[in-house]
């Protein structure tokens, strides 16, 4: 049974930062990129940051370009997001997702997913 269970979520002020985890379980972790999205209240899943297999290559929103960094340790299953220079627009529930193959920034290429973690950056 595939698990991907985020943490590191919390309150924090704007300007802060926060790193993000996400442990894995159940598949074959180093064959499948790492995705991290996130979801306000009322709108929709966008997509945040992924990791390529090897944590290699990794690609960003442009919301979130310069300010966020993915990064994976393959021999822990975990991928992380580091996040600073938060704003009170990134408040959302971010979730990690795990992808075999497809266009990185398409939700619908990722077959499994965590339950989120929420991220609040007060103003």
């Known amino acids: 049974q595939v698990q991907l269970v985020e943490s590191g979520g919390r309150l924090v002020q704007a300007g802060g930062s926060l790193r993000l985890s996400c442990a894995a379980s159940g598949l074959a972790f180093s064959s499948y990129t790492m995705g991290w999205f996130r979801q306000a209240p009322g709108k929709d899943r966008e997509f945040v940051a992924a990791?390529?297999?090897?944590?290699?290559?990794?690609y960003y929103a442009d919301s979130v370009k310069g300010r966020f960094t993915g990064s994976r340790e393959n021999a822990k299953n975990t991928v992380y997001l580091q996040m600073n220079s938060l704003k009170p627009e990134d408040t959302a529930v971010y979730y990690c997702a795990a992808s075999s193959g497809g266009t990185y920034y398409n939700g619908r290429q990722y077959q499994y997913w965590g339950q989120g973690t929420q991220v609040t950056a007060s103003s």
């Open positions: 990791i390529s297999w090897t944590g290699g290559r990794t």
